[in-house]
């Protein structure tokens, strides 16, 4: 689930690159056919919803926003619903059993789904798919999946889009995703903010039981 979005990020970065004047030229209606298409394919850690941003941006700019955030959440409902066929409570079940403090470390995140949920959401190099499967396999209520998912991936997805929107070539603007000193700025500050979130979940003394 992390190597396999490299192999198809590369693929339809080369598709992109040789099929500029064809996208452009789609109408809404084929885009968002794309889209549920799309959808799926992040669901199943195909396609990275941070790299579709970018080419959403390019193509179609800020107007492309809603069908971001539909892709984003019908990834993030197709991913929870999937945890259930892998027997998720089985699997939480014998981890308890095998590695007792498993269970403590549930009862924390419990008491405290939405902000753990969010600041993962908000790290730029934490895998789409990956978390999401992981929050559902933990027991987390699909409100707060969802709405701690979504929270976090606007500041992510706007980043994207405003960089899409402004780039002047495609082909630069895939090779180089992160090019330019504010988006660094940016991807930095959400990497951080991310990363002091989690930590204070791990050193919070008030969420550890006695």
């Known amino acids: 689930m992390t190597i396999v979005p490299l192999v198809t990020t590369s693929i339809l970065t080369a598709w992109a690159i040789n099929h500029e004047k064809i996208l452009r030229e789609l109408p809404i209606e084929w885009w968002l056919g794309v889209t549920f298409i799309l959808t799926l394919a992040s669901s199943t850690a195909l396609t990275p919803p941070t790299f579709l941003a970018l080419v959403y941006g390019y193509f179609l700019g800020w107007s492309s926003l809603p069908m971001l955030f539909v892709l984003n959440i019908g990834a993030i409902s197709i991913i929870y619903v999937s945890a259930h066929f892998l027997h998720a409570a089985s699997v939480r079940n014998y981890l308890i059993q095998v590695y007792p403090q498993v269970g403590s470390l549930l009862r924390r995140f419990y008491k405290n789904e939405l902000r753990l949920i969010f600041f993962a959401k ?85 969420m550890v039981e006695s």
């Open 122 to 206: 908000l790290s730029p190099v934490l895998p789409f798919a990956i978390t999401n499967l992981f929050f559902a396999m933990a027991g987390a209520r699909f409100k707060q999946v969802l709405t701690g998912g979504t929270l976090g991936m606007i500041p992510r997805t706007l980043l994207a889009v405003w960089a899409g929107k402004e780039a002047q070539d495609i082909r630069y603007l895939l090779e180089h995703p992160n090019e330019g000193l504010a988006t660094k700025i940016v991807l930095i500050a959400l990497i951080i903010i991310s990363t002091v979130g989690i930590g204070y979940f791990f050193k919070d003394k008030s």
